[in-house]
C-alpha cells in the first residue's frame, strides 16, 4: 500500500493523468491488417487498443504482432495483411484498470507495460495511463516532496545492528 502522503502528492502533481479515448490512437475489430500496420508505423507506438463499433476495448495490438504475420518461410509477403482482419492478431489477454485512482495497481501494471487502458464498469474504453504520466509525477515528487512535507529520521532499531 502506498503511504497517503506520498498517493496525495502523485495524484495533485501538475497535467493530466488519464490520456482520453477520443485522442488515444487505436484500431477497430475488423479493420484489416494492412490498414492497422499502417497506422502503427505512422503513430509510432509499440502497441494500441483495439477497439468494437462501440468503443468496448477488445485486445491490444503491436507491429510486430503484425510482422510475424507477414513473414512467410522464405519472403515477406505483405499481401498477407489484406487479408486478416486485426481481430485474427491481437492479444486478447490483457490487464485494465476500472478505477484509475487505485495508484498502486496502476504502478504494479505499469512495471511491465508501457500503458494501462481504462475501461468503464461496462468495459467500454476511457482512456489510458502511461508510464510516461507516472514518470512525471514522481519527477513531481522527487523535487517538490520538502515543499509539502517536514521529515525527520527516523532513530535506527539497536536490535538490527
Not at 497506422?39 to 507506438?45: A, C, Q, R, W
Not at 502511461?130 to 529520521?153: G, M, P, Q, S
Request: glycine letters at 2%.
Amino acid at each position: 500500500m502506498i503511504d497517503q502522503p506520498i498517493q496525495t502528492m502523485l495524484m495533485q502533481a501538475h497535467g493530466q493523468w488519464i490520456i482520453p479515448a477520443n485522442i488515444v490512437a487505436n484500431v477497430m475489430v475488423n479493420n484489416d491488417c494492412y490498414h492497422a500496420f499502417l497506422v502503427l508505423t505512422k503513430i509510432g507506438y509499440s502497441k494500441i487498443p483495439v477497439l468494437d463499433k462501440d468503443q468496448h476495448l477488445c485486445g491490444l495490438l503491436s507491429l510486430s504482432m503484425i510482422t510475424e504475420r507477414m513473414l512467410d518461410t522464405d519472403h515477406i509477403a505483405p499481401e498477407n495483411l489484406r487479408r486478416m482482419k486485426v481481430k485474427d492478431v491481437m492479444q486478447t489477454d490483457f490487464r485494465v484498470v476500472e478505477d484509475p485512482d487505485d495508484l498502486d495497481e496502476v504502478m504494479h501494471l505499469l512495471v511491465d507495460d508501457s500503458f494501462v487502458p481504462v475501461v468503464s464498469d461496462e468495459r467500454t474504453f476511457t482512456g489510458i495511463i502511461t508510464r510516461r504520466e507516472l514518470l512525471k509525477r514522481v519527477n513531481y515528487l522527487a523535487h517538490n516532496f520538502d515543499d509539502c512535507f517536514e521529515t525527520t529520521k527516523r532513530p535506527q532499531d539497536s536490535s538490527s545492528q
